[in-house]
């Protein structure tokens, strides 16, 4: 069975830095694209950033396009989302998915970690 196990969240303030990671175990890690989904209270899950397999290529929803930048290191079956200058609609409890379908556009993940929550202060 495939674990996903999601870490990284934090408070911190508007402008500041943090880095989410996704310690992938119990599958091949090369067999799926991966990426980050949020979500926001009272709101809808929402797509942030998906990683292809070999991370060959990578794609951001419009909103972090520029701030965020997902990767992945296949030695470590882990992935990482680097968040730069945070805003408050940032704050979200942040979810990894693993998808061994390679459709970054479309992604629908088959596996999910658990989240971590991310707080960003004004």
């Known amino acids: 069975q495939v674990q996903l196990v999601d870490s990284g969240g934090g408070l911190v303030q508007a402008g500041d830095s943090l880095r989410l990671s996704c310690a992938v175990s119990g599958g091949s890690f090369g067999n799926f694209a991966m990426a980050w989904f949020r979500q926001a209270p009272g709101k809808e899950r929402e797509f942030v950033a998906a990683i292809s397999r070999r991370a060959f290529s990578t794609y951001y929803a419009d909103s972090v396009k520029g701030r965020f930048a997902i990767s992945r290191d296949t030695a470590k079956n882990m992935v990482y989302l680097q968040m730069n200058s945070l805003k408050p609609e940032d704050t979200a409890l942040y979810y990894c998915?693993?998808?061994?379908?390679?459709?970054?556009?479309?992604?629908?993940?088959?596996?999910w970690g658990q989240g971590t929550q991310v707080t960003v202060s004004s």
């Open positions: 998915g693993a998808d061994p379908a390679n459709n970054l556009v479309r992604f629908s993940p088959k596996y």
